[in-house]
């Protein structure tokens, strides 16, 4: 699929354990995140976003976190299930001014039954 | 399924030709943006259109261009094509700048 060429970050969870994955953004001024989730032959798939103004946001088993001193954001799955099985992208705007998503290089998440 | 339609799902094409790929946003959403997939580059950010007008720019090469048309489907052209632009091209769409993207399925180019 996608991305095997790529030499991505590898995370390998035991099912039902918590993941987290981490992300570092390059721009200062970044003031809105999303994470996608990208399935083999699959466009990728909006999971949860965050703005500037906030440090932590919640979703269906997923949490989003946002240090902007450090800029790292992660994501942190609940219950991990096989079909979290996937390569984990965040994106951020550069700037307010600005209308694109840059996307980090990704990690790969595996769950092992 | 995202709401996002992109047509073809696969292209195969000589070097030196010519490509289009379209892109029928989601029903409202107003902003279009172009991604490009390679297997050593991961998802680079090409170009965005809002409401018929460009209005981002990524490292997108000269040979190739991109429209937003008044019913608001883009296109994505590219010439010249090179054995190096084999990739997946992706399609988003968002409401406008700073919401969620949604993506389409891509389109997989081979050049041969």
Same mark, same amino acid.
């Given at each position: 699929?996608?991305?095997?060429?790529?030499?991505?970050?590898?995370? #390998?969870?035991?099912?039902?354990? *918590?993941?987290?994955?981490?992300?570092?953004?390059? *721009?200062?001024?970044?003031? $809105?995140?999303?994470? $996608?989730? &990208?399935?083999?032959?699959?466009?990728?798939? /909006?999971?949860?976003?965050?703005?500037?103004?906030?440090?932590?946001? &919640?979703?269906?088993?997923?949490?989003?976190?946002?240090?902007?001193?450090?800029?790292?954001?992660?994501? &942190? !799955?609940?219950?991990?299930?096989?079909?979290?099985?996937?390569?984990?992208?965040?994106?951020?705007?550069?700037?307010?001014?600005?209308?694109?998503? !840059?996307?980090?290089?990704?990690?790969?998440?595996?769950?092992?039954? | 399924?995202?709401?996002?339609?992109?047509?073809?799902?696969?292209?195969?094409?000589?070097?030196?030709?010519?490509?289009?790929?379209?892109?029928?946003?989601?029903?409202?959403?107003?902003?279009? $943006?172009?991604?490009?997939?390679?297997?050593?580059?991961?998802?680079? /950010?090409?170009?965005?259109?809002? *409401?018929?007008?460009?209005?981002?720019?990524?490292? !997108?090469?000269?040979?190739?261009?991109?429209?937003?048309?008044?019913?608001?489907? #883009?296109?994505?052209?590219?010439?010249?094509?090179?054995?190096?632009?084999?990739?997946?091209? /992706?399609?988003?769409?968002?409401?406008?700048?700073?919401?969620?993207?949604?993506?389409?399925?891509?389109?997989?180019?081979?050049?041969?």
């Amino acid at each position: 699929g996608e991305n095997v060429g790529l030499h991505l970050p590898t995370l #390998s969870v035991q099912e039902g354990d *918590n993941s987290i994955i981490n992300c570092a953004y390059s *721009n200062s001024a970044s003031d $809105y995140f999303i994470w $996608y989730k &990208q399935e083999s032959g699959k466009g990728p798939q /909006f999971i949860i976003d965050i703005r500037s103004n906030m440090d932590k946001r &919640q979703g269906q088993r997923v949490t989003v976190l946002l240090n902007k001193t450090v800029k790292h954001l992660s994501l &942190q !799955i609940a219950a991990t299930q096989p079909g979290d099985s996937a390569v984990y992208f965040c994106a951020e705007n550069p700037s307010s001014g600005t209308y694109k998503y !840059i996307f980090g290089t990704g990690t790969r998440l595996k769950v092992l039954a | 399924d995202s709401g996002v339609t992109q047509t073809p799902k696969h292209l195969i094409t000589a070097t030196g030709q010519r490509v289009t790929l379209r892109c029928s946003p989601r029903s409202g959403d107003l902003s279009v $943006y172009w991604y490009q997939q390679s297997l050593d580059q991961g998802l680079q /950010f090409l170009i965005q259109y809002y *409401n018929g007008e460009e209005r981002a720019k990524g490292n !997108i090469l000269e040979r190739f261009s991109a429209q937003q048309f008044p019913d608001l489907h #883009s296109e994505l052209n590219l010439s010249s094509l090179e054995l190096g632009d084999s990739a997946l091209y /992706f399609c988003a769409s968002s409401e406008g700048g700073n919401t969620e993207a949604f993506f389409g399925q891509g389109t997989r180019l081979t050049v041969v």
